[in-house]
């Protein structure tokens, strides 16, 4: 037998095995969530995902002694360099998209700041309005720039770096380390460097945790991130706008700040939510769903309306109440 015919054999033979062993595995795969919430899940490749990277110990090639004698088993095979090639191009591939996504969302977070940092320094917004659209626009696409990501294990790390450095340059300038003006201005409520501290440091450090927790495959992390940073951060530019009615348990809340965060977070939520499932990460049973993320709103905006601000920051109770609620609504 030539070695051309026995390479024919042999890949026809392993492509029969890979097509028995996906079968085989495929029928035993069970669901990642046994919630009735949850019709099922399954993870969908992505159509910049499609290729797989196979196990270099696939294109080992025989030894020259064997080649040379013509006969070779058919369960040995000399793959083309090629074959090779295409395999550490997949992995250096995936690391690249990883990369180029970081880049991405890293300079698109930095523009971010510098456009309302422009518009505050020329008067044609407030301070505090520039700080809630930044509170609630930089994480609302943080998030949904997670699609541009990899399937790849390691893509929610890398998703975390921009948060994550983010908060190492709030560090450095709420130790006034080093300046930066426009940044205080955007990010806190007095323009004193040592706030950034507290609020936005919280603030970046939740979306790193949320992202290397949860990830785009859970609900959970997606619905503590829409309210945080949708739904609080509509409710204080409507309670500062509207909000004439106080509650009675909190002077510094309003009705109209409380029922906006429940009403906004509920729909970016379950806009969050049918992103997600729209791409594949998951499938939902909306009937259900739509009412369990009405109770995560709610606890949520109750959490929120509490006196508990000089003790605990809304950056921390918010996310930290809806992870909480939301884990036992949809993992439990």
């Not at 990830?215 to 503590?224: A, E, F, I, K, M």
């Not at 993320?293 to 606890?299: G, Q, T």
Request: hydrophobic share 45%; proline share 4%; with cysteine.
């Amino acid at each position: 037998m030539t070695v051309d015919a026995t390479i024919s054999m042999h890949l026809k033979l392993n492509q029969h095995h890979h097509h028995h062993h996906h079968s085989r595995h495929s029928a035993t795969a069970q669901p990642a969530y046994t919630n009735s919430t949850f019709s099922h899940f399954r993870r969908y490749h992505r159509p910049f995902q499609t290729t797989s990277i196979t196990p270099l110990t696939h294109f080992l090639s025989p030894p020259n002694s064997l080649l040379n004698r013509g006969n070779i088993s058919a369960s040995i095979v000399a793959l083309p360099l090629s074959v090779t090639r295409c395999a550490l191009l997949s992995s250096n591939a995936v690391i690249f998209q990883d990369a180029s996504a970081t880049a991405f969302v890293l300079g698109g977070g930095y523009a971010l700041v510098s456009a309302f940092d422009n518009l505050t320094n020329r008067s044609l917004i407030s301070q505090k309005l520039s700080r809630k659209l930044v509170h609630i626009i930089s994480g609302l696409l943080f998030v949904a720039s997670w699609p541009l990501f990899s399937i790849s294990t390691e893509a929610r790390y890398f998703a975390s770096v921009a948060p994550l450095i983010n908060g190492l340059r709030l560090v450095v300038h709420g130790l006034s380390l080093t300046t930066d003006e426009g940044l205080i201005k955007s990010v806190t409520r007095e323009g004193k460097p040592e706030e950034l501290l507290r609020g936005p440091l919280y603030y970046v450090l939740t979306l790193a945790i949320c992202a290397i927790v949860f990830w785009r495959d859970s609900p959970v992390g997606l619905l503590s991130l829409a309210m945080m940073s949708g739904g609080d951060g509509i409710a204080d530019i409507m309670g500062r706008k509207f909000g004439n009615v106080k509650l009675p348990y909190n002077q510094k809340k309003s009705w109209a700040g409380s029922i906006s965060m429940f009403i906004f977070g509920f729909l970016i939520s379950v806009g969050m939510l049918y992103y997600f499932s729209a791409l594949g990460y998951f499938q939902l049973d909306w009937n259900l769903t739509m009412q369990r993320v009405a109770v995560v709103s709610f606890i949520a905006t109750v959490v929120e309306s509490l006196p508990t601000e000089e003790r605990i920051d809304d950056n921390i109770s918010v996310p930290l109440a809806t992870l909480v609620t939301a884990y036992i609504c949809f993992c439990l």
